[in-house]
């Protein structure tokens, strides 16, 4: 596509999002604040209104690339896997694909439903996750936002027949393990799948059926690789994009290297999770963390019971770590203003503090309204009460909507890098990123 079609079509503009907000001056600065020095009032956001920001990683020079979907022309619903990269400050990196954005479209010209999962490599090049109506496929980018042609064919891999999700909902993720092999989760029926890619981008054959494997239950939301090679899949009703939070349980489920079920883990290899097992991080000392929604508050009939965040921790072998919140779990809820809300992203602190983002709303006459939400919790399972208020932030932006947070990183400073998506009507959308004070 020439660089003058994408930049006709694609306008990505800083915006200030929060109705009324003012920045404060960095004397009074205070964890959870949006960071003033960060796009304008702390937000960078697009305007295409066709555009979603689901995946988010921080380059070892701070630049931060986000994975999501937008136009390939001024028509809708022609779509690509897009990726943009950020300066430190918030803006366009115009070294990273045309004016900063990189919209990819697969050999096999399939259609694009867009990028819902990313890593970074060690050498900088970035590895995402496809997603096309055809199935799910791999990407990998150089640094500088082309495709980097050495991997898979043309730089995509093969697809995979698995029925995925839409521009709205998206039921797969991929982590990267130490030796460079790519595993993604992928489905919204049964059969969901786990695969794993070789770092040339072929399926590797000691892994499942010729580098594939069934999943335990179908809906994965996200994986990630334990430092013994074993791999952990979440599955559940929520994930982000998903139309309202659901108070559903979820499972976390332990695979083998070679992608067997690992009955060590759990019960037979399975562990139930209260909140609906949206997102999954992994702590240094191999203890295992799950966020999504679940019930926060019982409200007197007819009004439906609150929705808040969940989070559950587990010890390695799958039991639940009882020193965590309460018995394990810790639930926080939004309150009056919010009480449709729940956790779709998960990053750790260096000192240990969980940051959980998602989505903070309220449904009225059958419209879900909401905005970004964030809580801090320390250590052992409490709001971190120097966050935000009471550890909580809501952030609304000015598109009105369902707006909900899909990824969230930690910069090596310690602030909070969120990226999301605000949908304002029916399937046109903004994709976000708002970076956060941490102390």
């Known amino acids: 596509m020439q660089a003058s079609r994408i930049l006709q079509s694609i306008s990505l503009v800083t915006v200030v999002l929060m109705a009324g907000f003012s920045v404060a001056p960095q004397a009074q600065a205070q964890a959870g604040q949006l960071d003033p020095t960060f796009g304008t009032g702390g937000i960078f956001g697009t305007t295409t209104g066709k555009s979603a920001a689901n995946a988010v990683a921080i380059q070892t020079d701070g630049k931060i690339v986000v994975a999501g979907v937008g136009l390939t022309n001024s028509q809708p619903p022609n779509l690509a896997d897009t990726l943009f990269r950020l300066n430190t400050n918030g803006t366009l990196d115009t070294t990273f694909g045309t004016a900063g954005m990189a919209n990819l479209v697969s050999p096999s010209n399939a259609q694009a439903l867009g990028f819902c999962g990313e890593a970074i490599q060690s050498d900088g090049k970035i590895v995402a996750v496809a997603e096309t109506y055809n199935g799910l496929m791999v990407a990998r980018v150089e640094t500088n936002g082309s495709l980097d042609t050495s991997f898979g064919s043309g730089g995509f891999t093969a697809t995979l027949p698995v029925i995925v999700g839409g521009f709205t909902s998206f039921p797969s993720n991929m982590a990267l393990q130490s030796d460079g092999k790519i595993v993604v989760v992928a489905g919204q029926l049964n059969p969901s799948v786990i695969a794993r890619f070789d770092s040339d981008g072929q399926l590797d054959t000691t892994f499942g059926t010729a580098g594939v494997a069934n999943l335990a239950f179908p809906n994965p939301t996200q994986v990630a690789v334990q430092s013994d090679g074993r791999i952990l899949v979440t599955s559940g009703a929520d994930g982000a994009g998903a139309p309202v939070p659901s108070q559903q349980a979820g499972t976390i489920v332990r695979y083998k290297p070679n992608g067997a079920v690992d009955p060590t883990f759990g019960s037979a290899g399975i562990a139930a999770c209260l909140p609906s097992a949206s997102a999954l991080i992994v702590q240094p000392d191999g203890k295992i963390v799950v966020a999504g929604g679940t019930t926060s508050k019982l409200n ?70 909401s905005s970004f939400g964030l809580a801090r919790y320390t250590s052992v399972g409490v709001l971190d009460p120097t966050f935000g208020t009471g550890g909580e932030v809501i952030t609304p932006l000015g598109t009105g909507g369902a707006s909900s947070v899909s990824a969230v990183a930690i910069q090596s400073d310690g602030k909070i890098v969120s990226a999301g998506t605000s949908v304002f009507h029916i399937e046109f959308s903004n994709a976000y990123v708002a970076r956060y004070l941490s102390q």
Do not use: E
């Not at 019971?305 to 989070?311: I, P, R």
């Open 300 to 369: 007197a009939p007819p009004a439906a019971s609150d929705t808040g965040f969940g989070l559950v921790r587990y010890n390695t072998n799958g039991t639940m770590d009882k020193t965590f919140g309460t018995k394990g779990v810790a639930i926080s809820d939004f309150g009056a203003a919010a009480p449709d809300s729940a956790g779709f992203a998960l990053a750790l602190q260096s000192n240990g503090d969980i940051v959980a983002a998602g989505t903070a709303g309220i449904i009225t006459s059958g419209v879900f309204t």
